[in-house]
């Protein structure tokens, strides 16, 4: 799985403390889970074993195939229909991959968190939660995986994807919301901030 999994093993936990972590088991051997912003569907024998540990601390054991629950700490388990959860994103990728963005150098301060922006080829800007970018980690490959391919979305689509062989991730962008941010990215609509740091020389 190519995440930091520390990072996704607090996502999980606070999808679960906070609105609800939802999971979805197929019957094709997809294991799809998702929170607030994000999404994670990935082969069910893929599935890390420190992913595992602590998705089982959370809601006690993992769905059986064809089962699906929402979780939520403190709460009943709600069980979901087929399809909740999983959107199968590898296919979803296919029609996007033309339309690649790169994470940039630029951090945007906002109130409830920094946003990271990523680029397109044609230059368009997007913005996700700054942990999105800690959270994608092409070094945590295993065998059999290979690596990530280059994030990919369009305007109609209100998340982003990365794909490998075996999973595939999604964060959902962050919408404009202060004039700030707005007056930013219209000064910057023409200009790549996919720049590379080079010492200057003596």
């Known amino acids: 799985m190519f995440v930091n999994d520390n990072v996704l093993k607090r996502l999980i936990k606070n999808a679960w403390k906070g609105a ?83 994470f940039t150098n630029v951090l945007v301060k906002a109130k409830n968190g920094n946003l990271q922006i990523l680029e397109g080829l044609d230059r368009n800007k997007i913005m996700v939660p700054e942990w999105a970018a800690d959270l994608i980690d092409e070094d945590a490959v295993k065998e059999g995986e290979t690596k990530p391919e280059s994030a990919a979305s369009d305007n109609k689509t209100p998340y982003i994807i990365w794909r490998n062989n075996v999973m595939a991730i999604a964060v959902f962008k962050r919408d404009v919301r202060y004039e700030g941010e707005r007056e930013f990215l219209e000064a910057v609509e023409d200009v790549s901030l ?9």
């Open 194 to 202: 996919c720049w590379d740091f080079v010492e200057e020389e003596d």
């Open 20 to 102: 609800g972590l939802h999971i979805e088991h197929t019957t094709e051997g997809w294991f799809a889970m998702s929170g607030f912003y994000w999404f994670i569907e990935v082969d069910d024998q893929m599935l890390s074993n420190k992913i595992k540990a602590q998705i089982v601390e959370c809601i006690g054991e993992l769905p059986a195939p064809g089962e699906g629950y929402l979780y939520i700490k403190g709460h009943d388990d709600q069980m979901e229909i087929p399809g909740t959860t999983y959107r199968n994103m590898m296919a979803q990728y296919d029609k996007l991959s033309d339309k690649t963005y790169e």
